[in-house]
């Protein structure tokens, strides 16, 4: 599973403006709703449902958030990159700035996990995190995320 098989340009932001981490959930929602279309609101409330499960801060800066939604045929991810860092209630109680979040259809199973390893093995490359926030370009942000997509086998 390839993030290029994930991401669109259209699904980059880099300069994302939220104080809270329902606010970054609620904008990543509205986004969502551009490029899926799914209603927003429906994007919201799974977000949100797999949060009261336990945060999807991993630590490190890094939140992904994911959930399955009826009405999509593929996986969807959009990245951003906050303007200033907010409490995800990480793992690690750090203030998170990348967010890569992931939408699969329900019966996504098996490739639903592919896809949260491989975001999750490239947000833990600590040279490539440092690159992603040394960016405030969607075009270099998306060239970026995708370019490892070629030299890390999935």
Do not use: W
Not at 40 to 64: C, Q, S
Not at 116 to 130: G, Q, T, Y
């Amino acid at each position: 599973m390839d993030i290029v098989n994930l991401l669109s340009t259209d699904g980059v932001i880099a300069k994302l403006h939220a104080t809270s981490k329902k606010q970054s959930l609620q904008e990543l929602a509205k986004h969502a709703s551009a490029i899926t279309g799914l209603h927003e609101r429906t994007v919201f409330d799974v977000l949100l449902e797999r949060e009261r499960l336990g945060t999807t801060g991993v630590g490190n800066g890094i939140a992904i958030p994911h959930g399955k939604l009826p009405g999509i045929d593929r996986l969807y991810g959009l990245f951003a990159r906050l303007e200033t860092p907010i409490d995800f209630d990480s793992i690690d109680e750090q203030p998170v700035d990348l967010i890569f979040m992931l939408l699969a259809p329900e019966d996504a199973g098996a490739d639903h996990l592919k896809a949260l390893a491989r975001v999750s093995r490239l947000l833990r490359d600590k040279a490539m995190c440092e690159k992603l926030r040394g960016s405030d370009q969607p075009e270099a942000l998306f060239a970026l995320l995708t370019e490892t997509a070629t030299s890390h086998a999935a």
